[in-house]
């Protein structure tokens, strides 16, 4: 199994797209991402800047996505 590191925000989509979530959909501020009730955030792009690990370890916490998961996905 391989360490998380930096992702791009189209790779942190497709990954979450195949763990179940549908979307990005727009929210006010951030845009968004649903399985079932459960809505996730997503970062801005940033002029294609990678997402960092500290703001990707929140988003799979906010997720209730395992690293393992999100590396196997």
């Given at each position: 199994m391989g360490s998380l590191g930096p992702v791009s925000?189209?790779?942190l989509i497709r990954k979450?797209?195949?763990l179940g979530f549908?979307?990005?959909f727009p929210g006010r501020r951030h845009a968004f991402?649903?399985?079932g009730a459960l809505k996730v955030r997503i970062p801005n792009d940033h002029h294609g800047?990678?997402?960092g690990v500290p703001l990707l370890k929140q988003v799979l916490k906010?997720?209730?996505v395992?690293?393992?998961d999100f590396l196997a996905a």
């Open positions: 925000r189209p790779v979450l797209r195949s549908d979307g990005p991402m649903r399985n800047a990678d997402i906010q997720a209730g395992s690293t393992a």
